[in-house]
Each structure stands twice: as structure tokens, then as C-alpha cells.
């Protein structure tokens, strides 16, 4: 039961769509209506620049955060890094499914990042880093967001248990479930590649 109950602390959490918040109270237009429609970080950069695009990382950290770590710490100290895995798995699954908008929502990137770093701060964030690594040097944003939990899963396994490793596998798959379009349309070279660095050098510049 405080596994489910840790699950769906983060469900309702994961809920609140970060750009959703900030395209519809900034710019009084729904994001789900601009560029690729997605309620994340990166349409938001793409569509308002990188001030707007770091509110959505920031809040979209901050409402994976909060339920991995009070479920850690606060309600459920005894299930251990366990309750943030259910916590962070639930966070990503309200984002990217939330009830209010007919189960239509991210990629859950951000929440992946933050639900992992709540599970194991040092291997959390080398799995980032692993992730942000692919991006550079192959240019496609999908190929580093699976890489991040894909990561993760041996860390998982051998130093939290087959329960906590099964929970970081059901986000891995999920990653690639939300990214298999945009994997499928690589090798037709229909997927476009992302020069991050000089992206967030001309987003910077534009919004100075």
C-alpha cells in the first residue's frame, strides 16, 4: 500500500505541466498549440527562449523533487530510496499521461532526470551526464534521453535491488515508448539534429 500511495503522490504532482503554466499565463496561448506541441523544456526554448525554457526545467525538477524526497524522507523513511523510485516513477507518468488533459502529456525527460538524482544522487547524475554526452556528440535529442535511464539500470540492479532496478527498467521503457518516433526516424535521416551549444548561444543572444 505506501507504494502505491508513493506512486500516486508523484502522479498528482507530475501533473502540473510546467510549460503548460508558463506559455499560458506569459504568453496567453496553450503550448500544446506551438512548435511540436510538446509541454516540455525544449519546445519552450524553441518557441520563447531559454529564460522561459529554464522556469519549465526548474519547475519541472521541482515537482519531481518534492514527492521523490518527502517519500524518501518524510512519509515513508523506512522504504528508502524505493519510495522515491515509485514516487519518481509516478511524477513521470502524470507528466507525460495527466487525467486533466486526456492522458496526453510529455516526455518526461526532466522528471526522469530528477526522479533518478532522488534515488542515487552520484549515479543519478552521472546517468544525466551520460545522457547529455550522447546528445553532443550525435546531435539527436532522443538518443541522449534514452540513454539517461538506460544508464541508470545496472547501478539500479547491483547496488538498490531487483525491485528498485525493475522500477528504473519501467522508465527506461517508457523514455523509449515517449522518444520511438523520433529513434525510428533516424536512420531515414528524417530526425532533426540539435547543435545544443550553439542553440543555447543563439537563445541567449536573442533574449538579451
Not at 529554464?54 to 518534492?66: C, E, H, P, Q
Not at 547496488?159 to 527506461?172: D, I, K, Q
Request: aromatic share 12%; hydrophobic share 50%.
Amino acid at each position: 500500500m505506501t507504494r502505491l500511495i508513493c506512486a500516486l503522490i508523484g502522479y498528482v504532482c507530475g501533473n502540473f505541466l510546467t510549460a503548460e503554466v508558463v506559455s499560458c499565463g506569459v504568453f496567453g496561448d496553450s503550448i500544446f498549440n506551438r512548435g511540436t506541441g510538446n509541454p516540455g523544456m525544449a519546445n519552450v526554448v524553441s518557441q520563447y527562449g531559454v529564460k522561459y525554457g529554464a522556469w519549465v526545467l526548474a519547475g519541472d525538477l521541482l515537482k519531481t523533487f518534492l514527492p521523490c524526497l518527502l517519500c524518501k524522507w518524510v512519509f515513508f523513511p523506512r522504504l528508502g530510496v524505493k519510495a522515491a523510485a515509485y514516487a519518481g516513477l509516478g511524477a513521470i507518468l502524470g507528466h507525460n499521461f495527466p487525467v486533466w488533459h486526456r492522458f496526453k502529456g510529455g516526455k518526461g525527460v526532466s522528471c526522469t532526470c530528477a526522479a533518478l538524482v532522488s534515488i542515487s544522487f552520484g549515479y543519478g547524475l552521472l546517468a544525466c551526464i551520460v545522457g547529455l554526452l550522447g546528445v553532443l556528440i550525435s546531435h539527436y535529442l532522443p538518443i541522449g534521453a534514452v540513454l539517461i535511464p538506460a544508464a541508470f539500470l545496472i547501478p539500479a540492479f547491483c547496488f538498490y535491488g531487483n525491485e528498485a532496478g525493475l522500477l528504473v527498467l519501467v522508465m527506461t521503457i517508457l523514455m523509449f515508448q515517449r522518444h520511438w518516433p523520433g529513434l525510428r526516424n533516424i536512420p531515414t535521416g528524417t530526425e532533426p539534429r540539435k547543435n545544443l551549444l550553439k542553440k543555447l548561444k543563439r537563445n541567449t543572444n536573442a533574449d538579451r
